[in-house]
């Protein structure tokens, strides 16, 4: 039942994504839908960063989710009163990455944990709230006119309602005061899965940001467009990782779930040429631009090996190594992207060099992780308890 819930619930996702697209792209100009993209990818990003690792670890050490936790909603919700202070100064569409990354890492906490307690169904809940309610918002206002700072206000209040919402399933731990030893051991141990977790949100659309910087926001808007009809297959991953995340950490044979990310690949790259000719506008000149969706969908297969990577890793322990090998893997694969995107200009090269990056560094994963113990470390989380609860 929970493995349907998780399904489910990124098809909701999946749904969304794909009866706003024409929404957005009839109603906003390439350059705004650019901007949101640009501000999608960045938040993402800076949620992962502020992270700290912390939901990762929630999700590892399940009798651990109120230690090591200790006090960090606290200082996101500072960050959170500080973002809205920085976009009610600046009127700038891009101030609102703060506040909309601070709310989403309270959000991870509680559905970090929710996730370890196996429930679904509030998962599901606070998982739709974040994302399709907030969209749906968002593109209602573009209809009625309201245009970008319409779409990008709604976001931000509907996930900051997300966020009071999820205090429901909080631990009141993570709102008290932090103590200093407290967040240097969560840095100590999270740094390296948060440092990660950037990598890989950089590898999954740091070309997004690539593309608005390096060529324009009007590019990237073309391109989002595309890669989002793709990208549905790295959600449905997603949803299958949510329900193997826990069998990998227990040493299960990986086999089932390769298989089921690549019927998915394959599927999802199928569709997405038809998706691209029937959902977007002539003036994508989907004609021209479809590869990028299959692309797209199609490196759903590397996304999905580099997860089943980080779960060898982080049951051995070995955080530090995942962190060193994904964050460089990632600079370089940004370097390289921007590199041909400069050169070329070429919106189909660009989109080439995500699945490309994504297996070499799935392959140097996979030969880094031979020397990993098979059995994880004796009593982990009895001496993490120990070094982590607060005096």
Same mark, same amino acid.
């Given at each position: 039942?929970?493995?349907?819930?998780?399904?489910?619930?990124?098809?909701? $996702?999946?749904?969304?994504?794909?009866?706003?697209?024409?929404?957005?792209?009839?109603?906003?100009?390439?350059?705004? &839908?650019?901007?949101?993209?640009?501000?999608?990818?960045?938040?993402?990003?800076?949620?992962?960063?502020?992270?700290?690792?912390?939901?990762?670890?929630?999700?590892? &050490?399940?009798?651990? =989710?109120?230690?090591?936790?200790?006090?960090?909603?606290?200082?996101?919700?500072?960050?959170?009163?500080?973002?809205?202070?920085?976009?009610?100064?600046?009127?700038?569409?891009?101030?609102?990455?703060?506040?909309? %990354?601070?709310?989403?890492?309270?959000?991870?906490?509680?559905?970090?944990?929710?996730? %370890? /307690?196996?429930?679904?169904?509030?998962?599901?809940?606070? =998982?739709?709230?974040?994302?399709?309610?907030? /969209?749906?918002?968002?593109?209602?206002?573009?209809?009625?006119?309201?245009?970008?700072?319409? @779409?990008?206000? %709604?976001?931000?209040?509907?996930?900051?309602?997300?966020?009071?919402?999820?205090?429901?399933?909080?631990?009141?731990?993570?709102?008290?005061?932090?103590?200093?030893?407290?967040?240097?051991?969560?840095?100590?141990?999270?740094?390296?899965?948060?440092?990660?977790?950037?990598?890989?949100?950089?590898?999954?659309?740091?070309?997004?940001?690539?593309?608005? $910087?390096?060529?324009?926001?009007?590019?990237?808007?073309?391109? $989002?467009?595309?890669?989002?009809?793709?990208?549905? =297959? =790295?959600?449905?991953?997603?949803?299958?990782?949510? @329900?193997?995340?826990?069998?990998?950490?227990?040493?299960?044979?990986?086999?089932?779930?390769?298989?089921?990310?690549?019927?998915?690949?394959?599927?999802?790259?199928?569709?997405?040429?038809?998706?691209?000719?029937?959902?977007?506008?002539?003036?994508?000149?989907?004609?021209?631009?479809?590869?990028?969706?299959?692309?797209?969908?199609?490196?759903?297969?590397? @996304?999905?090996?580099?997860?089943? &990577?980080?779960?060898? @890793?982080?049951?051995?322990?070995?955080?530090?190594?995942?962190?060193?090998?994904?964050?460089?893997?990632?600079?370089?694969?940004?370097?390289?992207?921007?590199?041909?995107?400069?050169?070329?200009?070429?919106? /189909?090269?660009?989109?080439?060099?995500?699945?490309?990056?994504?297996?070499?560094?799935?392959?140097?994963?996979?030969?880094?992780?031979?020397?990993?113990?098979?059995?994880?470390?004796?009593?982990?989380?009895?001496?993490?308890?120990?070094?982590?609860?607060?005096?």
């Amino acid at each position: 039942m929970n493995r349907l819930i998780y399904l489910s619930t990124v098809a909701v $996702q999946a749904l969304v994504s794909l009866v706003l697209l024409p929404v957005l792209t009839h109603n906003l100009p390439k350059e705004q &839908f650019g901007t949101i993209t640009l501000v999608a990818t960045s938040q993402q990003l800076a949620t992962m960063a502020l992270g700290l690792g912390t939901p990762q670890l929630i999700s590892r &050490f399940q009798v651990l =989710s109120r230690s090591v936790a200790h006090g960090f909603g606290t200082c996101m919700a500072l960050l959170t009163i500080a973002g809205l202070g920085l976009v009610a100064l600046l009127h700038d569409p891009e101030s609102v990455i703060v506040p909309l %990354a601070t709310g989403n890492a309270i959000i991870a906490l509680s559905l970090s944990r929710l996730r %370890a /307690q196996d429930r679904a169904l509030p998962w599901a809940a606070l =998982s739709i709230g974040a994302g399709p309610v907030a /969209q749906c918002t968002g593109a209602a206002l573009v209809v009625l006119g309201a245009g970008l700072s319409g @779409y990008l206000g %709604a976001w931000l209040g509907v996930v900051l309602a997300v966020t009071l919402l999820s205090l429901v399933w909080a631990d009141r731990a993570w709102f008290v005061r932090p103590t200093g030893a407290a967040l240097r051991h969560l840095v100590r141990l999270g740094g390296p899965l948060s440092l990660s977790a950037v990598a890989l949100v950089a590898f999954t659309s740091g070309d997004r940001i690539v593309v608005a $910087q390096v060529i324009n926001h009007e590019a990237a808007g073309q391109y $989002q467009a595309f890669y989002t009809l793709g990208n549905l =297959s =790295s959600f449905a991953t997603t949803a299958l990782f949510s @329900y193997w995340m826990p069998r990998l950490l227990m040493g299960r044979s990986p086999a089932r779930f390769r298989l089921e990310i690549a019927v998915l690949a394959l599927g999802g790259a199928i569709a997405s040429v038809v998706a691209s000719f029937v959902l977007l506008p002539g003036s994508y000149h989907p004609a021209e631009h479809w590869p990028i969706a299959v692309i797209a969908a199609l490196s759903a297969i590397p @996304y999905g090996l580099t997860l089943e &990577f980080e779960c060898r @890793y982080v049951r051995a322990l070995a955080t530090a190594r995942f962190g060193s090998i994904t964050t460089v893997g990632a600079l370089l694969s940004i370097a390289a992207t921007a590199l041909v995107a400069r050169t070329t200009g070429d919106l /189909q090269l660009v989109a080439l060099m995500t699945p490309v990056t994504y297996l070499i560094l799935a392959a140097v994963l996979h030969l880094a992780a031979r020397g990993l113990p098979v059995e994880p470390p004796a009593d982990p989380t009895e001496s993490l308890a120990e070094e982590l609860i607060p005096a």
